[in-house]
């Protein structure tokens, strides 16, 4: 059999997604050759602002690479440019004098940066924010100058001015408009974002008109209309984009605003169609993820010839990517006389939620500072859910089980639905490969289907996903997880084999339980030294090439491969005499930065790994383990010493704490404070433990966390006396240390295991006797790593480089 | 005929050289990380993760392979490179030990 020939004209997004999909469909019924002009296989260009912002490296946003094309027999022709299309004969032409024959050809030529025509527009300096080369082009130009200009207070310019932030440069922000983001939110969600991007260093000129680019060869500023000035070194302009459709227009195929299409994205010609940003539908050009894989989607089945549904349309919604804000935009945004509106408006947290409803059904929804009602909103909007039948306050309740919501609206979905956006799987792959292949973990998800591989913003819903097909078997899956690939055994059954056979050194364990690598790996290298360490706390000897830097060098590595250090100060108290002396060691050491941190100590950065010995031999104080997996700091308020509030001594009872407990390793980092009163000026509530004085006893707070996973902690028990307080905390911090799993902070660890049970456990005095017992002995025998190490020349040496001997 | 040939510099004693951890040593304004392997092999790399620069030299070693402390690349100290999910490639140094001493050919 012959195969047909298919071509596609554009090697970006849409093309390539619906190419995938057709060798889905019918892997062997077609030769195919691709065109793209970029010089670069297949790449996610949503994600550019990640490569600017320092989140990704260009071969992260990598969706097919090289082999994929080979291994499906595709012809790629990259840096050529398709320029005449000869519809009768069925030949493409490239402006590199390639022709090619087709059956069926697919038009995906995207968009091009829509360029402001101001004088001066062709100076060097003014660019495009559209692919690889400009993102490369402004991180070259970040080394060399300081100042930019971004024209378009849209999307895409949010995203590169933050990336230009990233990239320490100084950043304005020039809008015509009022309002930023003014096609995606109404003008209370704008200020928001305004005030937010302007914490974040941005500048922006509003409603600013731009007239003319001032420089000579280079840009040197822009000229307002207003007459005003601005100087720049770089001005990025992202004002839109326009569909790119002269190839269409030159060669005879309708073209109103983008490439004509219908219902079945086939185009005014025979055996062409267009599909993606290039493709206008009924009116609408789309310049969006989803709808670019749902086009796709149809495209590639009416061309295999297979049944399908006409592409009706897309619901268009919006995600800002900016690292800490959370922004979302779908549908209709502005109210109107004809909708009415749910509204959740808290300025204290910085959340603002609006619905709008039109004949009882959700037509839009702006979402900004927490985002996780979205994928609800949208599913109501797809289902035209009747809001009248639902009660509405809990539209926009952000329900404390999550879960428990978010697997009601995963189980909703139809099987075409996206769950991951950047690489466009749908749900129905997903629980497809779960079925097929037994995957069970998100990981393996990842690894088969490529979901989350990319942002990892869907990573929730996968996970929600997997457990709506696996159930409660789900749950038993993530309890089997093996502690790392080297090995198919499960923390529980590493553990339970150290102690049976009294295993001592981490190459022991491998060797005994059959590790498929010999020396292990990153992962469970530090993972078992734990383990070993809590076990046997007297025998194990701890294995420095198993620790993790921070922990082998005891200082915190920086992204400069500079180090910070972090001396204990306990409670938070110091004097007089022992800051002049931190002050005139960060001067001897030229410390480029003095910093006081989250938990009340003082923390110098940027030393130099050789000159870490002198510092700490200087400043004569302990390590407060800010590298560590272990104590941190026991923040303090000040209590009954001075506050007129203060119902008990938090400063002392903190400083007895953290006496008592510093050193101890931990499964992963934990934080601990004591307040004076329930006003909790220590932020006792988001510690792994926190203590709260109140009238006549203490509060125990565990489980708490004020980083990523954001939660507050659970009141594990009331007592009455300083000497309860330390027997609990020492209870609760055996029990976490020998329950949890490596790297497991205790918010999830509560949460895995729950507070009942562990409430139960320690509830027994007994226990709580044992547990104190085993951790003393575990304390018993820690010393100072600094003082150790000033005082060991063998291991100073490891601090220095080596010198070159001839 | 000099300038063709690698030069060898000595840059450490065996015994400056702790098992499975990696040492630092600047030549002609290069910087090298050198490692003793569990094996007892010396291996040299240019002390610089292709992904964000990371200093090599303070990763995890395991067998014949180095995780850069960053962002935990694994990178092949034999031939200098990454393995997959990533890829890239770091220099590797040629590296002899004579009589308890190690040299880095340049």
Sequence with gaps: ?806 | MKSLEAVKVEVAKLEDLPFQTGRVVKLNGREIAVFRLSSGEVRAVENRCPHKGGPLAEGIVSGNYVFCPMHDWKINLADGKVQAPDDGCVITYEVDVKEGKVYISM
């Design chain 1, 1 to 806: 059999m012959n195969l047909r020939k298919l071509v596609l004209v554009g090697n970006g997004m849409a093309g390539v997604r619906c190419i995938e999909e057709i060798l889905k469909l019918a892997p062997n019924r077609f030769e195919i050759a691709i065109f793209g002009s970029e010089p670069h296989p297949n790449y996610n260009r949503i994600l550019l602002s990640s490569v600017l912002a320092g989140d990704a490296d260009i071969r992260d946003i990598v969706l097919n690479d090289w082999n994929w094309y080979e291994q499906n027999g595709i012809k790629l022709h990259t840096g050529q440019t398709v320029t005449k299309i000869d519809t009768e004969k069925h030949l493409v032409y490239t402006d590199g004098g390639i022709v090619e024959s087709y059956d069926d050809l697919i038009l995906a030529t995207g968009s091009l940066p829509f360029m402001l025509s101001l004088p001066g527009a062709d100076k060097e300096g003014v660019i495009a924010f559209r692919d690889i080369k400009d993102c490369e082009t402004m991180i070259e130009a970040s080394r060399k100058y300081k100042k930019a200009i971004v024209i378009g207070g849209g999307l895409l310019g949010l995203e590169a001015a933050r990336g230009l932030l990233n990239l320490s440069m100084e950043v304005s922000v020039v809008h015509i408009f009022d309002n930023l983001m003014e096609r995606q939110l109404d003008p209370v969600a704008s200020k928001m974002l305004q005030r937010e991007l302007e914490a974040q260093g941005m500048r922006f000129l509003m409603e600013k008109h731009s007239e003319e680019i001032l420089g000579d060869r280079r840009v040197t500023g822009l000229r307002f209309k207003d007459g005003t000035v601005e100087e720049a070194d770089l001005i990025i302009m992202a004002v839109g984009i326009k569909p790119n459709v002269a190839l269409a227009k030159e060669n005879g195929i309708e073209v109103n605003r983008g490439i004509v299409v219908n219902d079945f994205l086939e185009t005014s010609v025979p055996n062409v169609y267009a599909v993606g940003e290039c493709a206008e539908h009924r009116g609408m050009v789309y310049g969006l993820v989803a709808p670019l894989f749902e086009q796709g989607q149809v495209l590639a089945k009416r061309i295999c010839k297979r049944e399908t549904d006409p592409y009706e349309g897309s619901i268009v919604y919006t995600k800002l990517k900016v690292s800490g804000v959370d922004v979302f935009s779908a549908g209709e945004f502005m109210d109107s006389p004809d909708t009415r509106a749910i509204r959740v408006h808290d300025e204290f947290a910085g959340i603002y939620k609006k619905i709008l409803v039109r004949d009882n059904k959700v037509v839009g929804a702006v979402l900004f500072g927490d985002t996780s009602d979205s994928t609800r909103i949208l599913q109501m909007m797809k289902n035209e859910t009747n809001v009248m039948e639902i009660k509405r306050v809990s539209v926009l309740e952000n329900p404390d089980s999550a879960g428990v919501s978010g697997m009601a609206a995963v189980a909703a979905m139809s099987d075409e639905e996206i769950i991951c956006g950047c690489n466009g799987v749908s749900k129905g792959t997903i629980v497809q490969a779960i079925q097929e292949k037994g995957l069970c973990s998100v990981e393996d998800i990842k690894g088969c289907t490529g979901a989350s591989r990319s942002c990892g913003g869907c990573k929730q819903l996968v996970a929600q996903v997997l457990e709506s097909v696996l159930g409660d078997k789900a749950q038993i899956a993530a309890q089997k997880e093996p502690i790392c690939s080297c090995t198919s055994l499960s923390r529980e059954e590493v553990l339970a084999e150290i102690k049976e056979k009294h295993l001592t050194t981490v190459k022991e364990v491998m060797y005994v339980l059959g590790w498929n690598q010999e020396e292990g790996c990153s992962k469970c290298r530090p993972a078992l030294n734990y383990y070993l360490n809590m076990l046997w706390p007297e025998e194990h000897e701890d294995e420095r090439a198993s620790r993790f830097v921070n922990e082998r060098l005891h200082a915190n590595i920086q992204k400069d491969g500079t180090y910070s250090v972090v001396p204990r100060m306990y409670g938070g108290v110091t004097s007089p005499s022992e800051l002049k002396r931190i002050a005139e060691v960060a001067e001897k050491y030229q410390v480029p930065m003095v910093k006081v941190t989250g938990g009340q100590r003082i923390d110098l950065l940027g030393v130099k790994k050789e000159d870490l010995p002198k510092i700490w031999a200087e400043l004569d104080m302990p390590s407060g383990f800010a590298y560590g997996k272990a104590l941190r700091t026991v923040k303090t308020c000040v209590g009954s010493d001075f506050c007129r509030f203060g119902t008990q001594n938090s400063i002392q009872m903190g400083i007895d704490i953290e006496k008592k407990f510093e050193r101890i390793n931990t499964p992963a980092k934990f934080k601990m404070a004591v307040s004076g009163c329930p006003r909790n000026c220590a932020e006792s509530g988001i510690k792994d433990l926190g203590v709260v004085g109140i009238d006549g006893g203490w509060e125990i707070y565990v489980g708490g966390n004020g980083g990523v996973h954001l939660r507050a902690g659970d009141l594990l028990c009331k007592v009455k006396t300083e000497e309860e307080v330390m027997e609990w905390t020492g209870a609760f911090m055996q029990y976490y240390r020998e329950n949890a799993n490596y790297g497991e902070r205790t918010s999830y660890w509560v949460e895995r295991v729950g507070l009942a049970n562990i409430q139960k456990v320690l509830e027994d005095p007994e226990t709580r006797r044992q547990l104190n017992e085993r951790i003393d002995v575990a304390l018993s025998v820690l010393k100072d790593p600094w003082k150790e190490i000033v005082q060991n020349e063998e291991v100073r040496a490891v601090y220095e480089e080596l010198p070159v001997l001839a």
